[in-house]
């Protein structure tokens, strides 16, 4: 009998995996390099470039927001290659989890599809819940009517007397989301495509006009001084350790290229098409966020005030820490005609975002329970649709209460954590791969591999733990994320682990046999 510890890194062959998806019959192949593209930057740029960095810039990095983005860029890319290479290689529902499994074994590849497919979920919450504020805009824009105040946002302890209650919005992206995710593959795709297209023209139109209204004098000081009086100025922190901190908030928006490689098994030419769609999507991005956050800090100071008459960093509120700040810098410079624009593309740009993550959550679901790790009921597809909808569904309700109830900041974080854990595992992974079989064909060979992985894990781990500062003669960690953030991942992974040992290390399909 195998032996305890043979049971934990018990895995499937690359060859194992290759004939599966050439055999697999569950998802119809209906997707091209376009469509996944699309579902790629459909992920990427939404909340991140709509909210979040906006939010940075005011809070933490000012002007260096730019900054930001490339230190989480460069960890964010070294993972995408990784991503690529694997993508090209194992082309099979599951992303990191598939690849993982074929590399680490089971326990590992349990724990990277566990961490996933509740960071995915998650997301999904966040997300949704930052569609909202843009698409209450929008109705009052159109409409003149609001939400009662109850239902306009989920009860925040920070506020707890602003009356809000529930995400009523966030709860209905959520639910409309999966209902289409039910239908056709490629029905969701087309509408997924046509959206981000929307998106992208938004952002462009934003950046174009915005740019006419840039004032250089607003991006001195590039990054800000360092601030100490926290009382006056909300906290912000600013200096080389605020936009640091502020990189491992916004590598929230630099991340989402993985949930496409979640279709592999619907991609006509996964082998080909994976690769080129995840650098493809990352580029993309990128370019889109340093030219709105140029745009942004150019058109109003990184601490200018809502209310003219108040100090600039001593505001009752920010005019890029609100709560849809794009539309906030336009109305601050008397550009209100572009606000349905604006909101219209943050509508769509944010909803696709949604799509991205939730198809990505139900395809990890479908492949851990195909597997035999989670229960087999998740694991059939519907029989005239040819989608995963029963975990789809699932996923539907538990990330509309999850958008519904809960604030943005604080799963914001979680979930950097647990993308940044399988990002380390990813870059690992390939190394790894590369030392075992060197002689497996690999459609797309990441460059400079021995460089970039390292590079890979190293921005990773510091994105979470902080980095090492000399300040004064005195070695410290600044930026990272908080401790609580880390003692909540600590817990997610415990019940996790809980779950493999109880049930799926007894049922998987490679104890059982029936692999």
Known sequence: PMGFF??????????????????????????????????????????????????EAALNAGPAIILSFLVAGIGSACAALSYAEFAGMI??????????????????????GWDLLVEYALIVGVVAAGTSNYLQSLIAQITGLHLP??????????????????????ML??????????????????????????????????????????????????????VHDAAATGGTRYGVGGMLAAASIVFFAVFGYD??????????????????????????AMAMYLAISLVLTGMVPYNGCVDPSQVPGQCSEMILASSAPVSAVFAARDLHWISGIINIAAVCGIASVVFAFMLGAARIWFALSRDGLLPAWFAKSHPKYGTPHRPTLMLGVFTA???????????????NIGTLSAFIVICASVLILRIRQPELERRFRTPALWLLAPLGIVFSLFLIIGWPWVT????????????????????????????????????SKLATGKA
């Not at 929307?198 to 607003?218: C, E, H, Q, R, S």
């Not at 209460?401 to 979930?415: D, H, Q, T, W, Y």
Request: charged residues 15%.
């Open 6 to 55: 043979s049971k934990l890194v018990r895995s499937k062959s690359v060859a194992q995996l290759q004939a599966e998806a050439g055999a697999s019959r569950d998802f119809r192949r209906t997707m091209g390099v376009w469509q996944l593209t699309a579902i790629g930057v459909g992920a990427i740029v939404g909340v991140g470039v709509f909210v979040l960095a906006p939010n």
């Open 91 to 112: 082309p099979v529902t599951g992303s990191a989890y598939t690849y993982g499994y074929a590399v680490l074994g089971e326990l590992p590849a349990w724990i990277i």
């Open 149 to 170: 105040v109850f239902l306009q946002a989920a009860y925040d302890p920070a506020h707890p007397d602003s009356g809000r209650g529930i995400n009523l919005i966030a």
């Open 173 to 226: 992206v959520a639910l409309g989301v999966a209902a289409l995710q039910v239908a056709r593959t490629e029905v969701g795709a087309r509408f997924n495509t046509v959206v981000v297209t929307l998106k992208v023209l938004g952002v462009i139109v934003v950046v174009v006009v915005g740019a006419f209204y840039v004032n250089t004098a607003n991006w001195t000081p590039f990054i800000p001084p360092l």
């Open 259 to 284: 949930t496409l490689t979640t279709a592999a098994e619907e991609s006509k030419n996964p082998q080909r098409d994976l690769p080129l769609a995840v650098i493809a999507s990352l580029g993309v």
């Open 401 to 415: 209460l999850a958008a519904g109830l809960l604030p943005i900041r604080e799963l914001a974080e979680l979930v």
């Open 472 to 507: 004064d003669g005195r070695f410290h960690l600044i930026g990272g994320l908080d401790v609580l953030t880390m003692w909540r991942f600590v817990i997610w992974m415990a019940i996790g682990l809980a779950i493999y040992f109880f049930y799926g290390m007894r049922h």
